[in-house]
């Protein structure tokens, strides 16, 4: 019992110190901490985004953070060594949950926030991620509005070992908003990927002008699958055809990251309103048209 009262000990004063650490170096990208215990005390890692704010000026703020988690939390002459993020940030849950909150506490349309927060982690290399975000978003009633793409995991014990999870809150007017940012990384494995081990037995070698003719059919393969990844999204200056709106309806759409009728379609009045200098008739008439343009395009 000694003994599995001192894991329950200290798995407690981990969490504990891991929330005395987002509290206090709040803003700095906190992606996560690890405690190891060596001869001469005892070393706390700590992975953040921006390191200069938890080091401070003159290295007092860490100075300051060594001192509490001594006195604090009873560890042992406590070491803290700060490793930066860098390039894997995209791919840290926890770093990319504060900065979705960021984003949400200055001004930014939950919806917006959530596209593009979805995009830079598949762009970094991600299996797939899905962020949520819940809260009064658009009128006084809660709501939950989910992004997912990719590949995701849920429940089971492969979900603990794949997935890398994140939270975070914003606190706007309205109220408290809730984001949850779960990656599953690219280096993950998951039980169903199955690898193929080819026999070693020589086989015939094909006749140059087979080798042709399948080099052309697969050039042949690749432009039409060229041409479908093409086609699948309309282009949003198509919305010039639609009577009444202009180039500069494209141009302020483009400046919210909105590329194609399919995002515009799935946006509703209210979404549309949120863009600068768009208006409620603009975005009436965007919506009452938009499903022509979509069917004609396709």
């Known amino acids: 019992m000694a003994s599995e009262q001192k894991f329950i000990r200290e798995n407690t004063k981990r969490s504990l110190i891991k929330k005395f650490l987002l509290k206090e170096i709040e803003g700095a990208g906190f992606g996560g901490m690890n405690i190891q215990r060596t001869?001469?005390?005892?070393?706390?890692?700590?992975?953040?985004?921006?390191?200069?704010?938890?080091?401070?000026?003159?290295?007092?703020?860490?100075?300051?953070?060594t001192s509490t988690i001594h006195t604090k939390f009873d560890v042992e002459n406590p070491q803290i060594e700060i490793q930066e993020a860098g390039a894997s940030a995209a791919l840290n849950a926890q770093i990319m949950a504060e900065k979705l909150a960021e984003a949400l506490q200055r001004g930014w349309h939950f919806r917006r926030a959530g596209h593009s927060t979805v995009r830079r982690i598949m762009n970094a290399g991600a299996k797939g991620c899905q962020i949520v975000i819940a809260g009064k978003l658009t009128g006084a009633r809660h709501r939950t509005e989910k992004f997912t793409e990719g590949h995701v995991k849920y429940c089971g014990e492969i979900a603990k070992e794949v997935m890398d999870n994140g939270y975070a809150s914003a606190k706007l007017k309205a109220g408290v908003l809730g984001v949850k940012v779960r990656i599953m990384k690219p280096?993950?494995?998951?039980?169903?990927?199955?690898?193929?081990?080819?026999?070693?037995?020589?086989?015939?070698?094909?006749?140059?002008?087979?080798k042709?003719?399948?080099?052309?059919?697969?050039?042949?393969?690749?432009?039409?699958?060229?041409?479908?990844?093409?086609?699948?999204?309309?282009?949003?200056?198509?919305?010039?055809?639609?009577?009444?709106?202009?180039?500069?309806?494209?141009?302020?759409l483009e400046k919210e990251k909105i590329g194609s009728l399919e995002e515009l379609y799935e946006m509703d009045v209210d979404d549309i309103i949120s863009i600068e200098g768009i208006g409620k008739k603009t975005s009436e008439i965007l919506i009452k048209n938009l499903k022509k343009l979509i069917e004609e395009g396709k």
């Open 39 to 65: 001869p001469i005390g005892t070393r706390v890692n700590i992975l953040v985004e921006r390191p200069g704010m938890v080091i401070g000026k003159g290295g007092a703020k860490i100075k300051e953070l």
């Open 187 to 210: 280096d993950s494995k998951l039980p169903d990927e199955v690898k193929l081990k080819i026999s070693e037995k020589k086989e015939e070698k094909p006749d140059k002008k087979e």
């Open 212 to 252: 042709t003719k399948d080099k052309e059919e697969l050039k042949k393969s690749s432009e039409k699958t060229d041409e479908k990844k093409t086609t699948d999204k309309t282009d949003i200056k198509k919305i010039t055809k639609i009577p009444g709106i202009g180039a500069s309806v494209v141009k302020k």
